[in-house]
């Protein structure tokens, strides 16, 4: 007989055991106000914007939203469906409703639905005219829109040359779609410490200004942002009106060079602080004799009496099967390296410095401090031979995401 059971309620608690990951908000409020700071000093000062595309870089959207919301002017999402949760998050906790802007392409159906929501959406290629259709058809109010122009990384966006032709096409529209702002996204800030084609993107964006002034009326003012975390600390003049933050406000560097040049831009390098941990409670552990092998392949053999613990973590929670054999994990406050290969669902780690001798089961930092260490995003990065913003954004959405430090 099969007995009667809450799956729901034995599901959630197997899938807390795991594996799960800290999201230190009074870290993520810090990296708010280092951007307020660069914001302030900058004259005129732009407004602050969180970009909280993929799951907000794999921090949890749900997590992040409640703790950042009070301290930024913009909230930028990719998905029509992340908009309007946080409109049901301002209804939820009672809050003033955030400037929202969907980065991301939208569907008629949902066009209509952000106006009524009161979000803005991108207008980035030929397919407005169909959204116009939608909203003159529900009767609704218009679509505020921001047109995003491509000054060079070739993604969204209409070219310079295009504007005149696209104004064209808007302007009858303007009892459906608004325009309110202009923006654009760099191709090159991140990987370089000479700025030339991030200038030549800003000078292009001028003159994309240039015509979207003298076709407008004079009293219609837009809102002008270009800059995402990298160009908001190393390019004054990529700032305008907003600055589009992402990674850095998770704490994480866009790159080594972005840090470099920003201290020689900012006269100091800012201190950000990481938001995230990511943390296991082992499976048993157990002493391995000399001349064991270790995982699928055999790629390890103990040469001596090895304690490990097995992992429930695998590549299967974003943890990349890349690190195997080269990456180690924290116990105690120690390293211990990842022996043979990450599987789906486990990964084995040398425990015999680090657990003491009675410890059956261990907990181990995956990324994120232990005592004196610490495990970075960006060293997962280069042993996966990828950036920080991947180790982050691919960790598992079905992961327990705690906020702590609140
Ligand atoms: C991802 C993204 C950002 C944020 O980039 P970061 O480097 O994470 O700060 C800003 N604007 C647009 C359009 C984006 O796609």
Redesign the pocket.
């Known amino acids: 007989m099969v007995t009667q059971w809450d799956s729901e309620v034995s599901v959630r608690a197997f899938a807390d055991e795991a594996s799960w990951i800290e999201i230190d908000a009074s870290a993520l409020r810090h990296n708010v106000e280092v951007f307020r700071r660069v914001a302030a000093a900058a004259e005129p000062s732009p407004g602050l914007g969180v970009?909280l595309?993929g799951n907000a870089?794999g921090h949890g959207f749900d997590q992040v939203l409640p703790v950042v919301h009070p301290h930024v002017d913009w909230i930028?999402v990719?998905t029509a469906q992340d908009a309007l949760r946080v409109r049901e998050h301002e209804r939820s906790a009672a809050r003033a409703p955030a400037k929202v802007l969907v980065?991301g392409p939208v569907s008629p159906r949902e066009a209509v639905l952000l106006a009524e929501a009161g979000v803005c959406a991108v207008v980035g290629d030929r397919s407005f005219p169909a959204l116009a259709d939608a909203l003159r058809e529900a009767g609704g109010p218009p679509l505020d829109v921001h047109l995003h122009v491509d000054t060079g990384l070739g993604r969204e966006g209409f070219l310079v040359e295009e504007l005149g032709d696209v104004l064209g096409l808007l302007e009858p529209l303007d009892h459906a779609l608004r325009l309110r702002g202009v923006?654009s996204?760099f191709a090159n800030v991140?990987d370089v410490t000479e700025q030339a084609y991030a200038l030549e993107q800003v000078r292009r964006f001028d003159e994309a200004l240039a015509r979207l002034s003298t076709a407008l009326p004079p009293e219609r003012s837009l809102e002008r942002h270009m800059a995402?975390?990298?160009a908001?600390l190393v390019l004054p003049p990529s700032r305008f009106d907003a600055l589009?933050?992402?990674?850095?406000?998770y704490g994480l560097w866009?790159s080594s060079e972005t840090r470099l040049s920003a201290r020689v831009v900012l006269g100091e390098t800012p201190a950000l602080r990481p938001v995230l941990s990511w943390r296991c409670r082992s499976q048993a552990v157990r002493t391995l004799p000399a001349g064991s092998f270790v995982g699928y392949g055999c790629t390890f053999r103990c040469s001596e009496p090895t304690r490990v613990a097995v992992l429930p973590v695998g590549y299967f929670d974003g943890y990349p099967r890349l690190l195997s054999g080269k990456a180690h994990v924290l116990v105690n406050g120690r390293r211990c390296p990842v022996l043979g290969r990450v599987m789906m669902n486990h990964m084995i780690v040398d425990v015999t410095r680090a657990a003491g001798a009675g410890e059956e089961r261990v907990t181990a930092t995956l990324l994120g401090a232990d005592g004196d260490e610490a495990i970075h995003a960006d060293t997962l990065a280069a042993w996966a031979e990828t950036i920080s913003?991947e180790i982050v954004a691919r960790l598992g959405a079905h992961l327990r995401r705690d906020v702590v430090g609140a």
């Not at 589009?244 to 406000?249: D, E, F, K």
């Open positions: 970009v595309k870089y930028y990719i980065l923006l996204h991140e995402a975390s990298a908001s589009r933050v992402g990674i850095a406000l866009p913003y």
